[in-house]
């Protein structure tokens, strides 16, 4: 298909190419439908294992206050919207997908949802007291940082102000 070159042929051209990422999108859905229950399991996990903790403490005569939030909907509205977002732009990008039929921008950033989804399954499931290695949750939280803040994390001047965020400190405390 070669590029439009007018608006006419544009339009007439830009027709969402379903089947381009109908494996992958397919994909990205079961990811994010278990990405949500073991979210829910590892909130659950997270809030028991802390009533047991205040529990123990008052047993043993210590005062303990609640610290996990547990299941709020607050926190599973977040989820919720970004993974709609995550395939409203799929859909945005597929109706914009024809301007270059050489480069497949749909199927890549479905990928990276794909990619993205399948990091918080391995954080759920280390939540929930799963067999996840450590050096495999040191590069998920290593790929999950925004480039940003591994540039802040790791310079050794002051960074410009422009770089820095509100509450990064460089070294006059800025």
Do not use: H
């Not at 790929?143 to 820095?164: C, D, G, N, T, Y």
């Amino acid at each position: 298909m070669n590029t439009p070159s007018t608006l006419e042929e544009l339009l007439r051209s830009a027709r969402p190419d379903f089947a381009a990422v109908q494996g992958p999108a397919l994909m990205l859905v079961i990811l994010m439908i278990i990405d949500w229950i073991t979210g829910v399991m590892a909130a659950i996990i997270v809030k028991i294992k802390d009533n047991r903790r205040v529990a123990r403490a008052i047993a043993d005569g210590k005062e303990a206050k609640p610290q996990a939030a547990g299941l709020t909907s607050g926190v599973g509205i977040d989820g919720l919207l970004r993974k709609g977002a995550m395939l409203l732009t799929i859909g945005a990008i597929l109706v914009i997908d024809p301007l270059w039929p050489e480069v497949a921008v749909a199927k890549m950033f479905t990928v990276v949802f794909i990619g993205y989804e399948a990091l918080s399954v391995i954080e759920n499931a280390k939540a929930c007291g799963g067999p996840v290695p450590d050096w495999l949750v040191a590069i998920v939280g290593t790929l999950k940082k925004s480039p940003r803040r591994v540039i802040v994390e790791k310079a050794e001047e002051p960074l410009p102000v422009e770089l820095k965020r509100r509450g990064d400190k460089g070294d006059k405390g800025e």
